[in-house]
């Protein structure tokens, strides 16, 4: 009985818990998306000129993003983003154009970033000032 027990610790203490050495399974498994920045100030933009602007960013999880949805809370901002999935480590933009058709003044716009991501939405802003027509 002795012998068996001294066996069973000997097993038992020689296996490998090295916590540097984590799998990757269904529970841990999870893709993050992370902007370099999350808001992008346009600046002074003419009369009834188109503006564009790009969001870089990152998949910092260890399982592929996939962006579901880019929603903007006008029609006069749309987002174009990657219809692939985005694999970890890797990186990849959302093309965010703004047409100000009739309006003059200060804005601020937001598109909602919908994904397979831990946090599963994320707010983008532009904003900036649409210059007025000249007379």
Do not use: Y
Request: hydrophobic content about 35%; glycine content about 6%; some cysteine.
């Amino acid at each position: 009985m002795f012998l068996l027990i001294v066996i069973a610790t000997a097993t038992i203490g020689c296996g490998n818990n090295d916590a540097s050495e984590k799998k990757v399974t269904p529970e841990n498994s999870f893709a993050e998306i992370s902007f370099r920045s999350e808001s992008a100030e346009l600046g002074q933009i003419p009369f009834k000129q188109h503006a564009n602007h790009d969001f870089v960013f990152s998949n910092t999880g260890n399982s592929p993003l996939t962006i579901k949805e880019v929603r903007g809370n006008c029609h006069c901002v749309q987002g174009k983003w990657p219809d692939q999935p985005i694999n970890p480590g890797d990186s990849a933009i959302i093309n965010v154009s703004f047409d100000p058709e009739e309006l003059t003044g200060n804005f601020i716009r937001t598109l909602t970033v919908r994904s397979n991501a831990k946090r599963d939405s994320v707010e983008l802003k532009i904003s900036g000032e649409i210059l007025a027509k000249k007379k």
